[in-house]
C-alpha cells in the first residue's frame, strides 16, 4: 500500500531538516531517527507545545526501526 511507505515521509523529513539544522543529505540519511530526534527537541516550547509531535516520531521510530 502506498501509505505504508516512508520515502514521502523521509523526503519531507529530509526538508525539514535541511531547512531547521542545515543537514546536508548525506548527513541526513546517515542518520538515525534519535539523531533528528535529538535535535528536533530544541524547538518545542518548554510547555511541549510546538515543534515536533514526539508521538508521531516515536511511531515512525518504531514502524522503520535502525538497521
Do not use: N, Q, S, Y
Request: aromatic residues 8%; charged residues 25%; glycine residues 12%.
Amino acid at each position: 500500500m502506498a501509505h505504508d511507505r516512508l520515502e514521502p515521509a523521509a523526503i519531507a523529513l529530509a526538508g525539514v531538516m535541511a531547512r531547521v539544522a542545515g543537514w546536508r543529505p548525506d548527513e541526513f540519511w546517515m542518520a538515525t531517527p534519535a539523531d533528528v530526534r535529538a535535535t528536533l527537541e530544541g524547538w518545542v516550547d518548554a510547555d511541549g507545545h510546538g515543534g515536533v509531535d514526539g508521538a508521531a516520531l516515536a511511531a515512525m521510530m518504531e514502524r522503520f526501526p535502525d538497521g
